[in-house]
């Protein structure tokens, strides 16, 4: 069975691994701060707080931007149960946007309409990591003074308007879970130039703990330590940091044959009567998964796995699970494109051939 997707992984990570075996402290050390200078380096940002997981890496951003219960943070309903959880958790509503039928991404004029007295933040999805209209989500949160937390957990290495997305923004959430770009086994960033945001994340994410985080790094473990506000144990470990280590640099290969087998894929699919391609831009979209929107998805889908090809739905809109509903709303283009999209396998391993024999497969199904 083709997967939807696998992780790269191999000894150069098992060695980096080992040394921090070896070196006896497994939990946030040397290798977190040496992930989070690369990434800094990477971004050209001041602050870069390594944590657990990028649900986390969400989580502690809206918390340290001041979100509590009582607040809206607009978010489209077309992402993962995640980024939803996320919010819940800081106590705030949730008001669900819908999304551009081309990019799959959050529509700035829906967000418009959306936004009340109590809106305090958006939360836009850079979807497949196409990157989202930042300009005109920007010009509506400062009118109405929002934060903007991006969800970046599909778009490390996108750019918009030639920048990096994570390193323009307010702040940026990347996830380095094991089906994402680069993988730390499970991890996630939160990317920022705000001084108070870096500083609240830095407490938050071990326990509210102020001390001299500098101390863990070095390998000391200090006994005195103030409690001074909410917290939680989100913290990267060495191991996880240490495997994101020697995924960065094995990221423009990952990156230059993701384009190519997303190329591949376009070039033997435009065609063919029955499916649609989304909106693409290959000079600035590091492609995190290949979508497609299909006539009879599930029979498709089906199909494709009596051949041994796994596809996948990103994602069941969020509006529609049970634990979401009290937040139900219209959302008329989320609603209708949720059943034509389907994932075709995307990942570093996967061969041309491989890619050939799915594009042929389809065509048989539509023929
Ligand atoms: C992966 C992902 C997350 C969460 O990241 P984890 O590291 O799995 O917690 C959030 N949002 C989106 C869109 C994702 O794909």
Not at 5 to 30: D, H, N, Q, T, Y
Not at 35 to 47: G, I
Not at 138 to 161: C, M, P, T, V, W
Not at 335 to 357: A, D, F, H, R, S
Request: proline share 4%.
């Amino acid at each position: 069975m083709i997967p939807v997707a696998r992780p790269c992984l191999g000894e150069e990570e098992l060695e980096e691994v080992r040394k921090v075996f070896e070196s006896g402290w497994l939990g946030m050390g040397a290798w977190v701060k040496k992930f989070e200078d690369e990434l800094k380096d990477f971004f050209n940002v001041k602050h870069v707080i390594a944590v657990n997981t990028g649900t986390s890496a969400i989580h502690l951003a809206l918390v340290s931007c001041g979100i509590k219960q009582g607040d809206e943070v607009i978010v489209p309903s077309l992402t993962f149960a995640a980024t939803i959880q996320a919010i819940v958790a800081t106590g705030a509503s949730v008001v669900f946007c819908d999304v551009q039928p081309d990019t799959l991404n959050l529509d700035p004029e829906d967000v418009k309409k959306r936004v009340s007295s109590k809106t305090k933040a958006i939360v836009p999805v850079h979807y497949r990591g196409y990157p989202c209209e930042m300009d005109q989500l920007k010009n509506i949160a400062k009118q109405h003074r929002l934060r903007i937390i991006e969800d970046a957990a599909h778009a490390f290495g996108s750019k918009y308007r030639g920048k990096k997305i994570g390193s323009f923004g307010d702040v940026t959430c990347f996830s380095f879970d094991p089906i994402k770009i680069i993988t730390c086994g499970e991890g996630g960033a939160i990317v920022t130039n705000d001084d108070d945001v870096a500083i609240a994340a830095e407490k938050g994410r071990i326990l509210g703990i102020n001390k001299d985080t500098w101390s863990r790094y070095k390998h000391e473990r200090s006994w005195f330590y103030d409690v001074e506000t909410i917290g939680f144990r989100y913290h990267m470990s060495n191991i996880n940091a240490a495997i994101g280590i020697v995924q960065m640099k094995k990221f423009p290969r990952f990156l230059e044959r993701r384009l190519e087998i997303v190329k591949l894929y376009d070039e033997n699919l435009k065609n063919i009567n029955g499916i649609k391609l989304l909106k693409t831009d290959y000079r600035s979209m590091a492609p995190f998964c290949y979508i497609i929107r299909a006539e009879q998805r599930d029979n498709l889908m089906a199909y494709l796995k009596k051949n041994d090809i796994d596809s996948g739905i990103h994602y069941i809109p969020n509006h529609l699970q049970s634990f979401f509903s009290k937040y139900k709303t219209s959302l008329p283009i989320t609603e209708k494109i949720w059943n034509e999209i389907l994932t075709l396998p995307l990942y570093y391993g996967l061969q041309n051939e491989q890619v050939l024999m799915i594009c042929d497969r389809i065509k048989n199904f539509y023929s």
